[in-house]
């Protein structure tokens, strides 16, 4: 159960879009449609910002979209503001009961 | 809406055998989700540690099975984690959580609480 590969890092400027790729296997990401993202601002809790690959929570802004594509995933963040620099976590169920997260990727707004 | 919180020892020696408790707060234990815990160490990324259904049905990471247990009880709205053997390694925020089933990524978190191995 290895973890779900993710970028250290991205960046755009304010208003732009940025994608960030979530890559796991046939056995996670690729084999069920329970992929989560999550939002952790410094010294916080994880905030779930998508569920079940692309469904956003009540209160979730729509800039925060979600997709999938055989085994790698995507968060979309579209009209990049301040506030949306944070770090960003993916998760997957991984089958039999269990559940695997990426490495995180910082997202940083220029 | 739920929320959890998260206690636990803060410092704890090595080879000790540490015990959390997250206490749920709306009645909810009993309903039909799954409660788990993830821990983070500090810099680090997230690891899913494991799961428990009201009934006591219990899910661990295979990499951590050995050393840990998750146990609850429903009378006290609250679950529990024991990781047994701990070392330096097992320094983290310890955030406990809400699923809809083992494994499933979770949609609640608790605040988290910071457990130190350290002589």
């Known amino acids: 159960q290895s973890a779900l590969t993710q970028p250290p890092s991205a960046s755009g400027s304010p208003g732009q879009s940025v994608t960030i790729s979530c890559t796991g296997t046939?056995?996670?990401?690729?084999?069920?449609?329970?992929v989560s993202w999550y939002q952790q601002y410094p010294g916080k809790a994880p905030k779930l910002i998508i569920y079940?690959?692309?469904k956003r929570p009540s209160g979730v802004p729509d800039r925060f979209s979600g997709s999938k594509s055989g085994n790698t995933a995507s968060l979309t963040v579209s009209g990049l503001q301040a506030e949306d620099e944070a770090d960003y976590y993916c998760?997957?169920?991984?089958?039999?009961?269990?559940?695997?997260f990426g490495g995180g990727t910082k997202l940083t707004v220029l | 809406q739920v929320q959890l919180q998260e206690s636990g020892p803060g410092l704890v020696k090595p080879s000790e055998t540490p015990s959390l408790t997250c206490t749920v707060s709306d009645n909810s234990i009993s309903s039909a989700y799954y409660w788990g815990w993830i821990r983070q160490p500090p810099g680090k990324g997230l690891e899913w540690i494991g799961s428990i259904y009201y009934s006591g049905s219990t899910y661990y990471n295979p990499s951590l099975k050995s050393r840990v247990t998750i146990s609850v009880d429903t009378s006290k709205n609250q679950f529990s984690l024991k990781v047994s053997s701990v070392t330096a390694a097992d320094t983290a925020v310890y955030y406990c959580?809400?699923?809809?089933?083992?494994?499933?990524?979770?949609?609640?978190w608790g605040q988290g609480t910071l457990v130190t191995v350290s002589s």
């Open positions: 046939s056995s996670d990401v690729g084999g069920y449609n329970y």
């Open positions: 079940e690959v692309s």
């Open positions: 959580a809400r699923a809809k089933g083992p494994g499933i990524p979770p949609d609640y």
């Open positions: 998760s997957s169920y991984a089958g039999s009961n269990k559940g695997v």
